[in-house]
């Protein structure tokens, strides 16, 4: 084995330290990777693997190596980080010029995926969260941190903390989960993480010791103590918080206080939203593809800044429970709506703003260049005249907007510093303004006008000494000096020093030319110097700044989606909803918000919604299938949550009165990896509607029970719209879609059950959904007439037909035709209670062996007599 080099001892020991990073290790202009670290880095980034030991003859002794330019590192450790590695990026930490021996070097960052913070690895409209999660014996609560803009919140609950906490993993979708002992061990916690969000878990160890973490929150947040932060009830919240922040600390290594403000999550502030209506609803993502294009946020999203796109999405996953919040936010749609003057210049100033929360964030830790800066005080600069264009609106949003501060102060002076087109690099100078400092301009002027100085010097010198042949000249060995003939030796002024004595010439020096020689030579080095220094000051200046301009940020974020609300209710025909805590759902004339908008070429029939907390409870709907039903019941629920988040709705009018909590069970679908059918997954999600939902709820049921025996399907689909029409179990507003007309007759049987269908109408063998729904119960479900539309062989149809034909003359008599080996029989199906009442009389305690052999016999001769 080939002794170490004193790098590569260097490089292990450090190695050593950050075992579960990838090591990106700076030599000279590149990052290079040693050993394991080179392998894993050539194989994912499809780079060459080499070796500096080729004089050793063993291949397997041979260190491996690859290496990606420092300059271009951050497109190969985006591909790494999508991947889920953590890259540990260890820098020289001193000048290797000035160095003695072995320049030193250390960790100056751990780039994790839920702690990214360049652009370039970042989506502009989507929050990049890391998580913490803490769980114990008696509670759990749950952190979030976009360590990119310094957005910081925490939840914590008391009572079924998993569930809660899942639905706020749902509603965040973290890429990185720092989990508590409790948390890790939680199977079901750590299933949904890593299967259904993707998320890269770390185990949190010590980090989430409640003094430990009450110290560094309150650090933090610059708090007397904890009660000031809103959790001194809430020690759980306190440890997740706490332990998110020490991990934020330990891999980022840099100033964080851009995360200056602790937002805590209390109850009656959100309405809470399970992952399965989430998906099912489609709020965000599409369900067939999971894009952007196809959800509820693709319709409402026009806005024009990246601050204001990850806010509209958090309103849309965040629809508020307060009365106030949410008139208050309509009021402010509503006046940008009346005003389309002002709101076109407003979306024209917006277009021209960039990300202001994230180069703040970056300013702070210290990776803002001179491009970042600049962009900043332009962005910054926009805020006066928007707030000009909002004068006199009567909003208390709006108003607020206007009186933002404008933080002048700091655009002028980034104004003022930074020049038009700044370098990419903050070392190599170029990115001051001229004008700016006395010292660099003059450094400048020498940097490129030393020719002209050093002639001016000559000729001045020739003046004073009468000599005309003075020459000034440079060579590497000397610098500069004078070159005087020896036949003017008599007229060399006593000051001049002689350098060199040649056979035609004198070489001298004098101070001013010395001093004219040291400026020369440094002067880059000194303007590159200085302007580094100066660029510190105003970036640290700015980051002094932050909780200003994060205000100014959130301003501007603010006025953005507001102004996407309403121009998309402008464009779409919505209305103003009324919004009170009536329990009343009425709603006129209204529309799926993202169908009408995918299928513009068929006109989109709008339709009516009333139900309420007393004789409108639940609303069973039949009709064939493909008919809307899924479609009409969708809409409700959407047009409820967008009515909650202060956006206008597509109807002709709407009162909404308050729900806590939206449930969907829509669709099939099966978690084969989990070991759970369609029918399962049904029920667990039924169950849990069941046991979360309130009589301030909104459920959407569709087609509870067909995933089993129709008769099974049957009884628990009639169960469990009686436990939900109910008050003293449950008494939520219902949406019931079924093809059990059978349900029908709870109409009147039930308190508060109202019958709904939708029309269909059939024209020979063809069938004509109408999508309009009606009072009363349908009379068919079509479902042969459907599976024609589907595009079904016409022999199986006709088949189908003869089928349904033998099936409604008698079940007795199809089933004798052709009875199916696999079919379920109860003991009913034989038409006497001769069998039932036999084994009901029997004792088992005293029945021998050889009685329950004969018992089996005679009773499976009356089955088969039968």
Known sequence: MAELTPMKRQYNEIKSQYSDCLLFFRLGDFYEMFDEDAIVASRELELALTTRDRNVENPEERTPMCGVPYHSCEAYIARLIAKGYKVAICEQTEDPALAKGLVSREVIRIITPGTVTESSMLEEGRSNYACSVYLDETAGAVSFCDVSTGEFCVAGFDKAPVTHILNELGRFQPREAILSTGAAENEELRSFLTKKLDCLIENGDGRFDYMKSAARVCEQFHAPDIDSLGLADDSAAVCAAGGLLSYIIETQKFDISHINTLDVFSAGRFMELDYATRRNLELTENLRTGEKKGSLLWVLDKTKTPMGGRLLRAWTERPLLSPVAIKRRLAAVQELYSDNVARGEIIEILRNIGDIQRLVGRAVYGTAN????????????????????????????????????????????????????????????????????????????????????????????????????????????????????????????????RRQTLSTSERFVTDELKELENTLLTAKDRLAELEFRFFEEVRLRVASEVGKIQTVADAIAELDALCSLAEVAVRNGYTMPEVDLSGTLSITAGRHPVVEQTQRDTLFVPNDTFMNISDDRVAIITGPNMAGKSTYMRQTALIVLMAQMGSFVP???????????????????????????????????????LKYATGSSLIILDEIGRGTSTYDGMAIARAVLEFCADRKKLGAKTLFATHYHELSALEGALEGVRNYSITAKKRGSDLIFLRKIVRGAADDSYGIEVAKLAGVPDSVILRAKSCLKELESGPQAAVSKQESPDAQLSFSDFGSNEITGRLRDIDLDTLTPIEAMNLLYELKKKVDAC
């Open 651 to 689: 109807a002709k009018s709407a009162l909404i009165g308050i729900v806590d909590r939206v449930f969907t069970r829509i669709g099939a679908s099966d978690d084969l990896a989990g070991g759970r059918s369609t029918f399962m997954v049904e029920m667990i999600e039924v169950a849990d509607i």
């Open 370 to 497: 001179g491009r970042d800066l600049l962009a900043l005080g332009n962005y910054c600069a926009a805020l006066p005249a928007l707030s000009k264009l909002l004068e006199g609106k009567q909003s208390l949003m709006l108003r607020k907007i206007a009186e933002t501060d404008p933080v002048s102060h700091i655009s002028e002076l980034i104004m003022r510093a930074i020049c038009d087109e700044p370098p990419f690099s903050v070392r190599e100078g170029g990115i001051l303004r001229k004008g700016f400092s006395e010292e660099v301009d003059s450094l400048r002027n020498v940097r490129d006008n030393g020719a002209q100085m050093v002639s001016m010097l000559e000729q001045r010198e020739r003046e004073r000494t009468g000599i005309k042949k003075l020459k000034v000249g440079y060579n590497r060995v000397f610098g500069y000096y004078i070159d005087i003939p020896r036949s003017f030796s008599e007229n060399v002024p006593k000051e001049y020093i």
